[in-house]
C-alpha cells in the first residue's frame, strides 16, 4: 500500500492538490491511501473545497484523517455554537458560503448559532465528528498529529494506544514531538513516527543541537532558516511533515510503502 502523507493544510485545498498531483496520488487506485496528519482545518482560504475533496476520498476508503489540535477545537466550537478562535469562524464562514452556493454575502451576519447550524445542515459537522481518528499504524509506520501520548517526564508509555481521548488531545496540542524524539530520545519500538504540528524547520535547526542549544531553545525561531528546510525531516525515528504553509505557501508530500 502506498501512504501519501501530508499536514498541517490549514484549509489550503489548491496547495495540497498540487502536492498530491506531484507525487501521482491517485484515489481511483485500490493501493493509495490519502494520510492528513491533523490540522486540515482552520483559518484559511478553502476549508470548503477541502471538505468536499476529503469527503469525495473518504467515500471510496481511501483517506485516513487524523485529528489536529485546530481540528479539535473546531469541532468543539461548532458543537457548542460558540467560536472561541476568529480562525475557526473563518473556517466555518468560508465552508459555509462555498457549499451552500451561496457565497461570502450569504454568511454575512450570521450568529455563530446560525453559522454552527449551516455547518451541521451541510454536513461538515458530522464529517468531523465522525471520520477523523487520534492515530493510525501500520506495520512500520503510527501516523498522529503532535506525537504519541507520554507520561509527565516525557517518557515512553507501552500503553500509548489505549490513551484516553483527553490524552491524545493532549499529545496533539502540547506534545512537541521534535523535542521528544530528539532531545529526550522516545520512539515506538520497530516503528517510525510520522507527525506534523510542530514546524520541520525546528528539526533542521536542531539536528547538530548542544545542550546549550536545548537550554536556550534555539529551535523556536525558524525566520533565518532557508526553503529546504521546511522539507520534510527524516529522523532516525521519526519523520516531521508541517511546512507552515502560510510562511512557505507549499505543502509538503511523502509517499511510504507499507
Not at 501512504?3 to 496520488?25: C, K, P, Q
Not at 491533523?38 to 476529503?54: N, Q, T
Not at 476508503?61 to 481540528?71: A, S, T
Amino acid at each position: 500500500m502506498k501512504y501519501f502523507t501530508v499536514s498541517d493544510i490549514h484549509d489550503h485545498f489548491s496547495l495540497m492538490r498540487a502536492a498530491l498531483d506531484r507525487e501521482g496520488f491517485d484515489p481511483s487506485r485500490e493501493d493509495h491511501v490519502l494520510v492528513l496528519c491533523g490540522d486540515a482545518f482552520y483559518s484559511g482560504p478553502e476549508p470548503g473545497e477541502l471538505f468536499e475533496y476529503l469527503s469525495g476520498i473518504n467515500s471510496k476508503g481511501r483517506l485516513v484523517f487524523i485529528y489536529g489540535n485546530h481540528d479539535y477545537e473546531l469541532l468543539d466550537n461548532l458543537k457548542s455554537s460558540r467560536f472561541g478562535r476568529k480562525g475557526n469562524r473563518t473556517c466555518a464562514e468560508k465552508a459555509v458560503a462555498y457549499l451552500s452556493g451561496k457565497g461570502e454575502a450569504s454568511v454575512t451576519g450570521l450568529s455563530d448559532e446560525e453559522l454552527s447550524a449551516e455547518c451541521e445542515r451541510l454536513g461538515f459537522t458530522d464529517f468531523l465528528e465522525r471520520v477523523p481518528v487520534p492515530f493510525f499504524e501500520t506495520e512500520h509506520y503510527v501516523f498522529t498529529h503532535g506525537f504519541i501520548p507520554t507520561d509527565r517526564k516525557k517518557y515512553y508509555r507501552d500503553d500509548w494506544r489505549d490513551a484516553t481521548e483527553r490524552e491524545w488531545r493532549g499529545a496533539a496540542s502540547t506534545g512537541d514531538g521534535m523535542k521528544l524524539s530528539m532531545l529526550h530520545g522516545i520512539r515506538v519500538p520497530g516503528k517510525i513516527v510520522v507527525f506534523g504540528h510542530y514546524s520541520a524547520a525546528r528539526c533542521f535547526l536542531m539536528q547538530n543541537a548542544s545542550p546549550d542549544d536545548w537550554a536556550k531553545k534555539k529551535y523556536t525561531d525558524v525566520s533565518a532558516v532557508p526553503p529546504e528546510g521546511f522539507r520534510p525531516f527524516f529522523g532516525d525515528s521519526f519523520i516531521a511533515l508541517d511546512q507552515s504553509v502560510n510562511k512557505t505557501g507549499f505543502v509538503n508530500c511523502v509517499v511510504l510503502t507499507d
